[in-house]
């Protein structure tokens, strides 16, 4: 059998860094938006026992090392259901290192199709619980939607849906190692902190603008001068297009911009675009 199955990116609406954990990790508080930029991941049972990854891009890494097979293996091992055959192959259009969890959303989606395939009857939470062993946005991923998210990210709580729009997403030249980043990070010296309840209640309302006006993530004040001179530069183009508000999505370097109608949404992007970006327009879903 094959199952083929969507992954769709996330967005930050707000990102914020309560302080570093015993393990090594750091408390999270952000709201989180899945958006229809898709990868598509196809899982076909195979004999045996083995698991294999193909990708569609040669700078990422396939077999053991690419998340989807991790979560492939973490699902057998947490249910202790009989080992099965499986080629995975994902077709890529979400970047890599680009803060929107093409990675994350790949494992969630293999999560997905092993749960409809073997154990149909295993409840969602079960499900998102054992995406955490997967990686920090993979719970999420697995829900999808307009989440409040805690914790490493595990904690989630559903938010009203985002009002109707449209975003405009630009990823740079570079990228950035979530892990660099946080390096950088010194909570007590963060400055510009997301307001979540007064997201909450922009969501609640259902009133764009006023999700715009809560934008924030954090990571934008770590950056370096070259990186955020790049960021800022994207920020204005969409601003100045029309965008409602424009942020860093997670630890960069996307950003994305918040329009009422497709059509300032695509012009933005057509304006955006150049060889050395990665440019896209999705709506929340």
């Given at each position: 059998?094959?199952?083929?199955?969507?992954?769709?990116?996330?967005?930050?609406?707000?990102?914020?860094?309560?302080?570093?954990?015993p393990d090594g990790y750091h408390d999270l508080k952000m709201v989180m938006q899945t958006v229809s930029l898709y990868d598509t991941v196809t899982v076909t049972e195979t004999a045996g026992e083995s698991v294999?990854?193909?990708?569609?891009?040669?700078?990422?890494?396939?077999?053991?090392?690419?998340?989807?097979?991790?979560?492939?293996?973490?699902?057998?091992?947490?249910?202790?259901?009989?080992?099965?055959?499986?080629?995975?192959?994902?077709?890529?259009?979400?970047?890599?290192?680009?803060?929107?969890?093409?990675?994350?959303?790949?494992?969630?989606?293999?999560?997905?199709?092993?749960?409809?395939?073997?154990?149909?009857?295993?409840?969602?939470?079960?499900?998102?619980?054992?995406?955490?062993?997967?990686?920090?946005?993979?719970?999420?991923?697995?829900?999808?939607?307009?989440?409040?998210?805690?914790?490493?990210?595990?904690?989630?709580?559903?938010?009203?849906?985002?009002?109707?729009?449209?975003?405009?997403?630009?990823?740079?030249?570079?990228?950035?190692?979530?892990?660099?980043?946080?390096?950088?990070?010194?909570?007590?010296?963060?400055?510009?902190?997301?307001?979540?309840?007064?997201?909450?209640?922009?969501?609640?309302?259902?009133?764009?603008?006023?999700?715009?006006?809560?934008?924030?993530?954090?990571?934008?004040?770590?950056?370096?001068?070259?990186?955020?001179?790049?960021?800022?530069?994207?920020?204005?183009?969409?601003?100045?297009?029309?965008?409602?508000?424009?942020?860093?999505?997670?630890?960069?370097?996307?950003?994305?911009?918040?329009?009422?109608?497709?059509?300032?949404?695509?012009?933005?992007?057509?304006?955006?675009?150049?060889?050395?970006?990665?440019?896209?327009?999705?709506?929340?879903?």
């Amino acid at each position: 059998m094959t199952i083929t199955e969507q992954a769709p990116a996330k967005v930050n609406l707000t990102l914020d860094i309560l302080g570093k954990r015993p393990d090594g990790y750091h408390d999270l508080k952000m709201v989180m938006q899945t958006v229809s930029l898709y990868d598509t991941v196809t899982v076909t049972e195979t004999a045996g026992e083995s698991v294999s990854v193909s990708v569609d891009r040669g700078d990422l890494p396939a077999g053991p090392d690419n998340i989807a097979w991790k979560a492939a293996d973490v699902f057998f091992r947490r249910t202790g259901l009989p080992r099965r055959g499986l080629a995975i192959a994902l077709q890529k259009r979400i970047p890599a290192q680009a803060g929107m969890a093409g990675g994350s959303a790949d494992g969630a989606a293999v999560l997905r199709v092993l749960r409809r395939l073997y154990a149909p009857d295993l409840p969602m939470a079960e499900l998102e619980d054992m995406a955490a062993a997967v990686g920090s946005d993979v719970p999420f991923c697995v829900r999808g939607g307009t989440v409040l998210a805690e914790g490493r990210g595990e904690r989630l709580q559903d938010l009203p849906p985002m009002p109707a729009c449209w975003l405009a997403l630009c990823k740079p030249a570079f990228g950035l190692s979530t892990p660099a980043l946080f390096g950088r990070v010194r909570t007590a010296e963060l400055k510009r902190r997301p307001d979540h309840g007064a997201m909450e209640q922009a969501l609640r309302a259902g009133e764009l603008t006023a999700v715009a006006r809560q934008l924030a993530n954090v990571f934008e004040e770590v950056l370096t001068a070259e990186e955020a001179r790049e960021i800022r530069a994207i920020q204005e183009t969409l601003l100045s297009r029309g965008a409602l508000g424009a942020v860093m999505t997670g630890s960069g370097p996307t950003v994305f911009g918040l329009f009422s109608e497709q059509t300032q949404a695509e012009e933005a992007a057509a304006a955006l675009r150049r060889p050395d970006r990665q440019v896209f327009t999705a709506q929340p879903v």
